[in-house]
Nanobody, 121 residues
Framework: QVQLVESGGGLVQAGGSLRLSCEVSGSTILNIMGWYRQSPGKQRELVAE?????????NYADSVKGRFAVSVDYAKNTVYLDMNTLKPEDTAVYYCRINAYTYSTGSQYYWGQGTQVTVSS
């Protein structure tokens, strides 16, 4: 069974940094790993994504380019989001989302429980 456990959220002052972690349990092959965020009254948006393939590729929302970095430790089945130079507008609940393959269920998408990031001005 695949489960995603997020950690690392909290309160930080503008200009500060946080590292979010998404630990993926179960025997699985990670293919697509992404971070989304959602603020009250707003749509959930893609923040950063990393894809496994012949070349490892990353994709970022324009609002976080140059400030955020997504990475993955395949040995630990853990996805990270390093957030730097945080701004109040980065305040949101951050969700980890992965596409993973397991022998029993095939390829499916899974969501983490979400972790709150609050950036004070």
């Amino acid at each position: 069974q695949v489960q995603l456990v997020e950690s690392g959220g909290g309160l930080v002052q503008a200009g500060g940094s946080l590292r979010l972690s998404c630990e993926v349990s179960g025997s699985t092959i990670l293919n697509i790993m992404g971070w989304y965020r959602q603020s009250p009254g707003k749509q959930r948006e893609l923040v950063a994504e990393i894809r496994r393939g012949s070349q490892t590729t990353t994709n970022y929302a324009d609002s976080v380019k140059g400030r955020f970095a997504v990475s993955v430790d395949y040995a630990k089945n853990t996805v990270y989001l390093d957030m730097n130079t945080l701004k109040p507008e980065d305040t949101a609940v951050y969700y980890c989302r992965i596409n993973a393959y397991t022998y029993s269920t095939g390829s499916q998408y899974y969501w983490g429980q979400g972790t709150q990031v609050t950036v004070s001005s």
